[in-house]
């Protein structure tokens, strides 16, 4: 009885040799698919993300929802009136977003047009200011050797005691006087004039005595007029004399009236022959 008992335990219940050849083996001998990379892994793809000025466009907006349609539920799957609101609001974003585009570029061409009307008037304005000097100056020359009369109180005598003045009574009327004046300020003379009615009146010196007779040159006068024996009132008097010669100051025509007096053409009242 113990006899068998040995036998059964003489021999290993399993071999502990092949099974470290086994081990061994499965360690040495890699396993079919289990090698490591020899190179470096691929890339995952890239992530769609929205531009870098953080606004979305019609192609970003159609890849987030292809992808969203890609990944929905299949058992909840997307409402279609859901998607079709989305777009409508896709949609009217966009329009928004062109009119205001549109907009943009009409004011931008208004501005344009306003600035280039402005321009064309500036332009028309200087061509204007231009033809009139032009104008001007031609008039002013073909008033050489004419007599021009302006406001003023000057007088002129030629050599042979002749020279005209304008006077203007404002209503005033009466017996007239002129009284001329020399350079120093001094009356060198003094002439009474008849009956004088009220309005605007000439008067050629040549026509009355003066006593000492006037000398040729340039002289000051006063007209007055006195009602009935009443006292002398002064009148608006102005200057009187052949033109003589015309030049330009700051683009503007400068008449000589005389020998000493020079007055813009502007300032002309009257041109008499």
Known sequence: MITAVRSMFSTPAYNTTANEETDKQQ???PVPGAEPPKEPAEPSAPRTSL????????DEFLKMLVAQLKNQDPLNPMDGKDMAAQLAQFSTVEQLIAMNKTMDETKAAQ?????????LEETQNE???ELAQLIE????????GKV???PGNNAFVDKDGNGEIFIDTAGRSGTGRIVMTNDKGETVGMAIVGDIKAGQHSFKLGDYVWDPKLEPGTYTYKFQVAKDGGPWSETTTYTAGRITGMRYQDGNPILTIGDKVSVPMSRLTQIRA
């Open 27 to 29: 360690t040495q001998s």
């Open 51 to 58: 531009p870098t000025n953080g606004t979305m466009g019609r």
């Open 111 to 119: 501005a344009a047009m306003t600035d280039a009307i402005e321009s």
């Open 127 to 129: 061509r204007a200011d």
């Open 137 to 144: 100056g031609q008039m002013a020359m073909a008033t050489v």
């Open 148 to 150: 021009g009369v302006t």
